[in-house]
């Protein structure tokens, strides 16, 4: 099994890119996303769960990105919007089992699979 992310690319301040992770045959996990830029840590953005898809925002996020599920598509969306320059980073879809760690950004250890990665670039 494998996570595949699509949907990186370069966009101006204040617009929108859509991010998707095809994660087929993770039934029994929730999906999130998580950024690292140049220099940092990575950080938890967001995570929708599995079960009853309910959600996690890290704040800087929160009312700017919206995280979805297709599931006949066995894809998650990262929908971002009013996109800052702060926001340029390297975005990793992840799997971790069942539901969302409620301090997600402190999750990183409880991820099992990690998608390669997709470049999300916010020019000023």
């Known amino acids: 099994v494998q996570l595949v992310e699509s949907g990186g690319g370069l966009v101006q301040a204040g617009g929108s890119l859509t991010l998707s992770c095809a994660a087929p045959g993770f039934d029994d996990y929730a999906i999130g996303w998580w950024r690292q830029a140049p220099g940092k840590g990575r950080e938890g953005v967001s995570c929708?769960?599995?079960?009853?898809?309910?959600?996690v925002y890290v704040d800087s996020v929160k009312g700017r990105f919206t995280i979805s599920r297709d599931t006949a598509k066995n894809t998650v969306y990262l929908q971002m919007n009013k996109l800052k320059p702060e926001d340029t980073a390297v975005y990793y879809c992840?799997?971790?089992?069942?539901?969302?760690?409620?301090?997600?950004?402190?999750?990183?250890?409880?991820?099992?699979?990690w998608g390669q990665g997709t470049q999300v670039t916010v020019s000023s």
């Open positions: 929708i769960s599995r079960s009853d898809d309910s959600t």
């Open positions: 992840a799997a971790e089992r069942f539901r969302c760690s409620p301090n997600y950004s402190d999750s990183y250890y409880n991820q099992e699979y």
